[in-house]
């Protein structure tokens, strides 16, 4: 199983980006999947993730500015991020279980100049 992840860049503050974590499986059999982000000197925290049935958790600091979903015809897990702010700068991994084992995608890194 492989994942992987792809949309990180360099943005200002305010803008928008998409992430996106393509399967090498069908993305709707796993069960969750999400994003993490990992910020130099930081450990690496949720930032969002959906259930097999849809259910989306999100960090609290995220919320009402990013959005996961899936898209079936991509076999991907998306992740919109507006209002960029200088503190979503890190390193964003995608992750899944899969099968009862949890996979993760290579890190895609996210800067967000003031």
């Known amino acids: 199983v492989q994942l992987q992840a792809s949309g990180g860049g360099l943005v200002q503050a305010g803008d928008s980006l998409r992430l996106s974590c393509e399967a090498s499986?069908?993305?709707?059999?796993?069960?969750?999947a999400g994003w993490y982000r990992q910020a130099p000197g930081e450990e690496r925290e949720l930032v969002a993730r959906i259930t097999k049935g849809g259910t989306t958790e999100y960090a609290d600091s995220v919320k009402g500015r990013f959005t996961i979903y899936r898209d079936s015809t991509q076999n991907a897990v998306l992740l919109q991020m507006n209002s960029l702010k200088p503190e979503d700068t890190a390193v964003y991994y995608c992750n899944g279980v899969y099968l009862e084992y949890t996979y993760w995608g290579q890190g895609t890194l996210v800067t967000v100049s003031s």
């Open positions: 499986r069908n993305i709707n059999s796993f069960k969750p």
